[in-house]
């Protein structure tokens, strides 16, 4: 069977004409309107937060499937790979917003990109809230009335901290179903400093040494904070997330093996072969193959 014509995987980003990058979306009528779209992978530039009312729809997340269950949340980092579920039986909201909007100083940047609802370094953060939906809808309304109604120059102050307590809500539902964050500390600072660094350069550095220069520390401490916080050391890490986007890169477009390969920063396609068949025991066309 002949691959699609699909060159990229399709990229979304916000809606320019909005005033501020913050909207609250009904799940029915996305789905209703944007179906062809939706239930093929594609990421986006922003966060999203579904708020669930009673479905149960299956969700696809970079191979995974999320089975979600009735009046539950999930959170969507930015770039992840992602589509609906074809049944399109979603029903609830959608809250989006895009770092720009929620990021005022640095500390903001921090809160968010150490969260345990966000980050997919800790866990999927499929969250189960039962009869306690109630309040983040009620989130959602206040968002909507500042957007529609009001908005005036104190609305972008009002609405990130609706969506801030939001996140401090669904934070705490989370630590209550048994989740055990991780303390502040150095070791979580670098697990998280590295972690961005390797998801603007993975394609470039896949060299252990080059990061820890980049951070200023050496090797050992580098690999002293990974293991302690995540049982991981930095190679395993980097090799996760350069498999993870040569997968997308195979499943979800038809660039050549030899496309892929350089798009990775693989001098040859055969060092990419080789890479590949090691970490996940077939070739790169068998594992395209049995997504055909």
């Excluded at 039962?130 to 809808?137: D, L, N």
Aim: aromatic fraction near 12%; hydrophobic fraction near 40%.
């Amino acid at each position: 069977m002949a691959i699609p014509e699909k060159q990229n995987i399709k990229k979304y980003h916000f809606k320019n004409e909005l005033n501020l990058q913050v909207e609250i979306v009904d799940l029915e009528n996305l789905v209703q309107n944007s179906a062809p779209f939706l239930t093929v992978p594609h990421r986006t530039d922003f966060y999203h937060i579904f708020i669930f009312q009673n479905c149960n729809p299956i969700h696809s997340i970079d191979f995974e499937t999320i089975e979600i269950q009735p009046f539950s949340l999930l959170f969507l980092d930015k770039d992840r790979v992602h589509q609906f579920d074809k049944n399109l039986n979603y029903k609830g909201k959608i809250l989006i917003f895009t770092e720009d909007f929620f990021c005022v100083n640095e500390n903001d940047l921090k809160f968010l990109r150490s969260s345990i609802l966000f980050n997919d370094l800790f866990d999927q953060a499929n969250v189960l809230v039962g009869e306690g939906i109630s309040q983040f809808f009620q989130i959602c309304e206040w968002i909507e009335k500042e957007l529609n109604t009001i908005n005036d120059a104190l609305s972008k102050d009002i609405i990130k901290n609706c969506v801030h307590n939001f996140l401090l809500l669904a934070e705490r539902k989370k630590r209550q179903q048994g989740f055990k964050a991780f303390k502040k500390s150095a070791d979580l600072d670098y697990t998280l400093l590295f972690k961005d660094l390797l998801e603007q350069n993975f394609s470039q550095i896949k060299n252990v040494s080059q990061y820890a220069d980049k951070m200023a520390i050496s090797e050992k401490r580098l690999n002293q904070a990974l293991s302690k916080i995540l049982g991981k050391n930095p190679k395993e890490m980097i090799d996760e997330r350069v498999l993870l986007e040569a997968k997308r890169l195979l499943v979800h477009t038809n660039l050549s093996i030899k496309e892929i390969a350089y798009k990775l920063g693989f001098e040859e396609p055969t060092n990419f072969i080789k890479y590949f068949r090691k970490h996940t025991q077939s070739t790169p066309t068998e594992f395209r193959e049995q997504y055909l």
